[in-house]
């Protein structure tokens, strides 16, 4: 057990709909980091957010946000969903502060099916 | 741009062998970092090793070890006395080190398959 909880475990839903993902860090992490990992595109760093703010970027559509709260948990919001964006979503957090030098523990994932 | 290249797509090893996953990179930052990561049947992602670009010593932890050799840009993982339980798949992952705006990208992984 990572120490990462990611809810929900398996979310099945349509075409042009929205989902949030909630990911909750290990006890004292501040760092927390969303991917995607899907068949054909592998994984792919979304995006990392560092005590409520934003830190760094990567391969994140506009149709996704994230957002990082105070108590330290995250949520991906996925819109507008397509057949493309079902894959494995995995949230991880660690202790550094955005050097990226420190080990990140992921969750168990949350498993999305768009139909 | 950054790049990882894992170019096994997968590999078969006797139980108790030693096991040689390779990674190549490709970077023009002089500070970064280099990450394994283990994938079970079973979802998880797990972290096994970490190799910064400034560190003289390769990164060692238990039965993992990483053969970083810096002018080749390559962060082999190397897996001593190979166990069942090692079947899985394994990502080789870099982040630079200094941008606030650096990315981390994962190469396509290894399949590995230990044979009893």
């Known amino acids: 057990d990572s120490g990462v909880t990611q809810t929900p475990k398996h979310l099945i839903t349509a075409t042009g709909q929205r989902v949030t993902l909630r990911c909750s860090p290990r006890?004292?992490?501040?760092?927390v980091y969303w991917y995607q990992q899907s068949l054909d595109q592998g994984l792919q760093f979304l995006i990392q957010?560092?005590?409520?703010?934003?830190?760094a970027k990567g391969n994140i559509l506009e149709r996704f946000s994230a957002q990082q709260f105070p108590d330290l948990h995250s949520e991906l919001n996925l819109s507008s969903l397509e057949l493309g964006d079902s894959a494995l979503y995995f949230c991880?957090?660690?202790?550094?502060?955005?050097?990226?030098?420190?080990?990140?523990?992921f969750g168990p994932g949350t498993r999305l099916t768009v139909t | 741009a950054q790049k990882i290249t894992q170019t096994q797509p997968g590999m078969f090893v006797q139980e108790k062998e030693a096991v040689t996953l390779d990674c190549t990179y490709d970077?023009?930052?002089?500070?970064?970092?280099l990450f394994w990561y283990k994938q079970p049947s079973s979802g998880e992602m797990i972290f096994l090793i970490y190799?910064?670009?400034?560190?003289?010593q390769n990164a060692t932890e238990g039965r993992y070890s990483l053969n970083f050799q810096k002018a080749r840009k390559s962060a082999n993982l190397v897996i001593s006395a190979s166990q069942l339980g090692d079947s899985a798949m394994y990502f080789c992952?870099?982040?630079?080190?200094?941008?606030?705006?650096?990315?981390?990208?994962f190469g396509s992984g290894t399949r590995l398959s230990i044979r009893p």
């Open positions: 991880a957090s660690s202790a550094d502060t955005g050097t990226g030098t420190y080990e990140q523990y």
């Open positions: 006890s004292g992490d501040l760092s």
């Open positions: 957010y560092y005590n409520g703010e934003e830190r």
């Open positions: 970077t023009s930052d002089q500070s970064y970092g």
């Open positions: 190799q910064g670009s400034y560190d003289e």
């Open positions: 992952a870099m982040r630079e080190r200094d941008s606030s705006a650096s990315k981390i990208i």
